[in-house]
């Protein structure tokens, strides 16, 4: 047992540190190896803009910002809402400018607690009928309702182009960070946003810019499954060779400011991680580093790092000051006293979220009998995929 913990231990001095470093190294890495940073372009107006909206017309919180975008704004819904919710959301679209989809082959997304569903397949059903039947734009921007930016829509789809991408992950920056909370997850934002210069694939569902035609080749083969669905049509992407970039496009957006909020945000995350590294362990082909260590360090080294922490004694002061001494390094420049908590944040996460992440990956793909397998491969026939079929 004790020659397990110094395994860990060692590993622990070789992993974490080049980890951080590489990740915040990130810009300055790609800059190097590509030679260039990406091209502004010439803003493009040839956009429309999803937004999925349900349950509530309280979560969409960005009209303000979204107006001055009229009618490019599509504002995307099921056929489950109350008679109210129609109502609240025509007066919205009329007084903006704005148009409704309202997808009739999809359901509500709602959960049995009345809030919108942690899983299910509605947001991307609604994404995926917006794009094979109403959207006609050269481009599309996805968005969530409580997403803003500083910088106009036109820049980021001239950004695109010039790049000559067709899809591409964008920098998300946490709008409220006046708690303990809110300043441990911008560390955590920030280290997730760079790490995205090396793996630009890992798009974000709070908003990606992509061509519509490849954005629709996207989710014709989408599993539906939601938690990982971002990630996800960012891999299909890359499988279908698709050119994917990162945008340096700050969005702002909102996270979670109660501890019960961001648990039930993270465990849903965490079992869209254990679907992503565990269940499609077929990428590890594409994508070896990334799933190696998601589905090998984090997950099935969670054993090991339990030991390690039974244990105790200088293994683990070890760790935790070697974590600590890296983190501080890296976020010195943006440091905040918060940032003492960040080693204490992470290791929750990877003891306690990681292992509930399993059990949690396995009640949503039973309760929407989606195993959230993803078809990377080619069809070998090239008609057209039923865009209503399910995964």
Same mark, same amino acid.
């Given at each position: 047992?004790?020659?397990?913990?110094?395994?860990?231990?060692?590993?622990?001095?070789?992993?974490?540190?080049?980890?951080?470093?590489? +990740?915040? =190294? @990130?810009? *300055?890495?790609?800059? !190097?190896?590509?030679?260039?940073?990406?091209? $502004?372009? %010439?803003?493009?107006?040839?956009?429309?803009?999803?937004?999925?909206?349900?349950?509530?017309?309280?979560?969409?919180?960005?009209?303000?910002?979204?107006?001055?975008?009229?009618?490019?704004?599509?504002?995307?819904?099921?056929?489950?809402?109350?008679?109210?919710?129609?109502?609240?959301?025509?007066?919205?679209?009329?007084?903006?400018?704005?148009? +409704?989809? =309202? @997808?009739? *082959?999809?359901?509500? !997304?709602?959960?049995?607690?009345?809030?919108? $569903?942690? %899983?299910?397949?509605?947001?991307?059903?609604?994404?995926?009928?917006?794009?094979?039947?109403?959207?006609?734009?050269?481009?599309?921007?996805?968005?969530?309702?409580?997403?803003?930016?500083?910088?106009?829509?036109?820049?980021?789809?001239?950004?695109?182009?010039?790049?000559?991408?067709?899809?591409?992950?964008?920098?998300?920056?946490?709008?409220?960070?006046?708690? @303990?909370?809110?300043?441990?997850?911008?560390?955590?934002?920030?280290?997730?946003?760079?790490?995205?210069?090396?793996?630009?694939?890992?798009?974000?569902?709070?908003?990606?810019?992509?061509?519509?035609?490849?954005?629709?080749?996207?989710?014709?083969?989408?599993?539906?499954?939601?938690?990982?669905?971002?990630?996800?049509?960012?891999?299909?992407?890359?499988?279908?060779?698709?050119?994917?970039?990162?945008?340096?496009?700050?969005?702002?957006?909102?996270?979670?400011?109660?501890?019960?909020?961001?648990?039930?945000?993270?465990?849903?995350?965490?079992?869209?991680?254990?679907?992503?590294?565990?269940?499609?362990?077929?990428?590890?082909?594409?994508?070896?580093?990334?799933?190696?260590?998601?589905?090998?360090?984090?997950?099935?080294?969670?054993?090991?790092?339990?030991?390690?922490?039974?244990?105790?004694?200088?293994?683990?002061?070890?760790?935790?000051?070697?974590?600590?001494?890296?983190?501080?390094?890296?976020?010195?420049?943006?440091?905040?006293?918060?940032?003492?908590?960040?080693?204490?944040?992470?290791?929750?996460?990877?003891?306690?979220?990681?292992?509930?992440?399993?059990?949690?990956?396995?009640?949503?793909?039973?309760?929407?009998?989606?195993?959230?397998?993803?078809?990377?491969?080619?069809?070998?026939?090239?008609?057209?995929?039923?865009?209503?079929?399910?995964?």
């Amino acid at each position: 047992m004790t020659q397990v913990a110094w395994w860990v231990v060692v590993l622990s001095f070789l992993v974490i540190p080049v980890v951080w470093v590489l +990740i915040d =190294r @990130a810009p *300055a890495l790609v800059a !190097g190896f590509t030679g260039r940073k990406p091209s $502004a372009g %010439s803003p493009n107006e040839d956009f429309e803009i999803l937004v999925p909206i349900y349950g509530s017309v309280s979560y969409l919180e960005n009209v303000d910002y979204l107006r001055q975008y009229g009618a490019k704004v599509l504002l995307c819904t099921t056929n489950g809402e109350t008679a109210a919710f129609y109502r609240d959301l025509a007066g919205i679209a009329e007084k903006n400018g704005f148009r +409704i989809y =309202r @997808a009739e *082959a999809v359901a509500g !997304g709602i959960g049995s607690d009345g809030r919108r $569903a942690t %899983s299910g397949a509605a947001r991307d059903m609604l994404v995926r009928e917006a794009l094979e039947h109403v959207v006609r734009a050269a481009y599309v921007v996805c968005i969530d309702a409580d997403s803003v930016t500083e910088r106009p829509f036109g820049e980021l789809v001239g950004m695109l182009a010039a790049n000559g991408y067709d899809f591409a992950s964008v920098p998300l920056v946490p709008s409220n960070t006046g708690t @303990a909370l809110g300043q441990l997850q911008a560390y955590e934002y920030r280290s997730a946003m760079k790490l995205r210069h090396i793996a630009p694939w890992q798009v974000s569902g709070a908003c990606h810019v992509a061509r519509a035609e490849a954005h629709r080749a996207v989710m014709r083969r989408h599993s539906l499954f939601f938690q990982g669905n971002d990630v996800e049509a960012g891999l299909l992407a890359k499988a279908l060779g698709y050119r994917i970039g990162h945008l340096p496009f700050a969005v702002s957006t909102a996270v979670p400011d109660t501890v019960k909020s961001w648990y039930r945000q993270r465990l849903a995350w965490s079992g869209g991680e254990f679907r992503l590294f565990v269940m499609n362990l077929h990428l590890l082909v594409r994508h070896p580093v990334f799933w190696i260590y998601g589905a090998i360090v984090t997950t099935l080294g969670l054993p090991l790092r339990w030991v390690t922490l039974a244990t105790g004694g200088w293994a683990l002061l070890v760790i935790f000051g070697l974590h600590f001494v890296a983190t501080v390094c890296v976020h010195w420049r943006v440091r905040t006293p918060w940032l003492l908590l960040l080693p204490l944040y992470s290791l929750f996460n990877s003891l306690v979220m990681t292992p509930l992440g399993a059990i949690w990956y396995v009640r949503m793909a039973v309760a929407d009998r989606n195993a959230g397998f993803i078809r990377a491969r080619r069809s070998r026939s090239s008609r057209k995929l039923n865009p209503l079929a399910t995964a």
